[in-house]
C-alpha cells in the first residue's frame, strides 16, 4: 500500500477541496491513519440543520471531495484499493496503491465554478457538443427548448419563495452569507456577494430583505417574489440539465458522480448554477420527474442551469486555510 507523507496529504486536501459542497460549507477533513490508509470525514458542525436535516447534502459533498481526492492521487500515479464507507459517521476509508492512470479532468479542477449571474450565448458548436455530451449520461437529462425552460424557471421561483418563508431557512442561509468583506470570513467559506452574483449595493439590500420583519412586511405587500427573483438569469441558459441518478444510491457514490459531471461540463466550457430546491421539495421533485418523464427508480439531485461564462468575467474561488481541512480525530 502507497503511504503519503503528511506535506502530501496538505497538498491533497488542498487540491481536492476545489471540488463543490452545499452552501461551499466544505465539511470534508482529510486524515492519515497510522496503518497508512487515508480518512475523508465529515465535520459535522458544519452540516445544515435546517437545510439538510438528514445530511444528505453533506454526505453528497464528501463524495464530490472523494472523487476529486481521486482525481488528484492519480495524477501522482496513486490509486484507491479498497474503499468503505460510513454513512453513519459520514466517513470513507481508503487503502491506497500504486500505479494509476492520470484522470484527464485534473485539468479542469481549477477551472470548475458555480456561476450565478447570466451567462453568455452559446454558439452552435457549443450547443451541439453540449447535446451530445447530454445524450451519453443516462443520469442528464436536458432541457434547452425555451417554453420548459421558463416552465422549470417558474417553478424554481415559486419552490424558492416557499423555502425563504420558512424563517428558520432563511435564517441558516444569511448565517452562511458573506455579504460585506468585513465580515471576518469573507472569502474562507459560504456564499459570497461576488460568488451570489450582487453588487455592493444587492448585497447590503440582501442582508436588510432576507431578515425578519422587513421580510414580512414585503411579503405580505406582494413584492418580496420580485426582490429575489433568478428567472431573468435562469432564462440566460444555454440548458437545464436535470442530474438524476439511482433512488437508492449511496450519497457519497451520487457525488463522486455530480463533480464528473460538472468537471465533463467546464471542459466543455460550461458552467453550472444549481436550483437545489427544486429536488429538496418532495412536490417540486415530483413535478419535475413526471413533466420530463423520469423514472420512478431515479431521484432528482439537482436542476443545472448551464451556459458559458461571459468573456472577461470570472470568480474568485472561496476556499478554507488548508491547515483547517486536516484532522487527527
Not at 65 to 90: C, D, K
Not at 149 to 164: C, D, P, R, V, W
Request: glycine share 8%.
Amino acid at each position: 500500500m502507497s503511504r503519503l507523507t503528511q506535506a502530501e496529504l496538505l497538498q491533497l486536501a488542498a487540491a481536492a477541496n476545489q471540488a463543490p459542497s452545499v452552501h461551499n460549507t466544505q465539511p470534508t477533513r482529510w486524515k492519515l491513519a497510522d496503518d497508512g490508509a487515508l480518512w475523508l470525514l465529515c465535520d459535522t458542525t458544519r452540516q445544515l440543520a435546517v437545510g439538510d436535516v438528514t445530511g444528505r447534502d453533506m454526505r453528497v459533498s464528501l463524495g464530490a471531495a472523494l472523487e476529486a481526492t481521486a482525481i488528484v492521487l492519480a495524477e501522482h500515479g496513486v490509486g484507491f484499493g479498497s474503499v468503505s464507507y460510513s454513512n453513519l459517521r459520514a466517513a470513507v476509508r481508503i487503502e491506497l496503491t500504486t500505479g494509476a492512470a492520470g484522470d484527464p479532468l485534473v485539468v479542469q479542477m481549477p477551472h470548475r465554478l458555480t456561476w450565478r449571474k447570466g451567462f453568455a450565448p452559446a454558439s452552435w458548436e457549443n450547443a451541439r457538443s453540449l447535446v451530445a455530451w447530454s445524450e451519453r449520461h443516462e443520469d442528464i437529462t436536458r432541457v434547452d427548448e425555451a417554453g420548459e425552460i421558463a416552465f422549470i424557471s417558474a417553478l424554481n421561483e415559486k419552490t424558492s419563495l416557499a423555502f425563504y418563508r420558512n424563517a428558520a431557512y432563511r435564517h441558516e442561509l444569511l448565517y452562511w452569507m458573506r455579504l460585506s468583506p468585513t465580515d471576518p470570513r469573507f472569502g474562507i467559506d459560504g456564499l459570497s456577494a461576488p460568488a451570489l452574483g450582487m453588487s455592493g449595493f444587492e448585497a447590503f439590500g440582501a442582508g436588510h430583505v432576507l431578515r425578519d420583519p422587513l421580510f414580512g412586511l414585503l411579503d405580505r405587500s406582494g413584492m418580496i417574489g420580485g426582490l429575489i427573483s433568478e428567472h431573468g438569469r435562469t432564462m440566460t441558459s444555454t440548458a437545464i440539465l436535470l442530474f438524476h441518478r439511482p433512488i437508492d444510491e449511496n450519497p457519497i457514490d451520487t457525488g463522486r458522480a455530480l463533480y464528473r459531471r460538472q468537471l465533463e461540463l467546464s471542459a466543455r466550457g460550461f458552467q453550472t448554477w444549481p436550483m437545489s430546491v427544486l429536488a429538496d421539495d418532495h412536490d417540486a421533485a415530483a413535478e419535475i420527474g413526471a413533466h420530463f418523464g423520469l423514472a420512478d427508480d431515479r431521484r432528482l439531485i439537482t436542476a443545472w442551469r448551464t451556459g458559458l461564462v461571459p468573456s472577461g468575467q470570472s470568480l474568485k474561488r472561496e476556499r478554507l486555510p488548508t491547515a483547517a481541512l486536516i484532522t487527527t480525530a
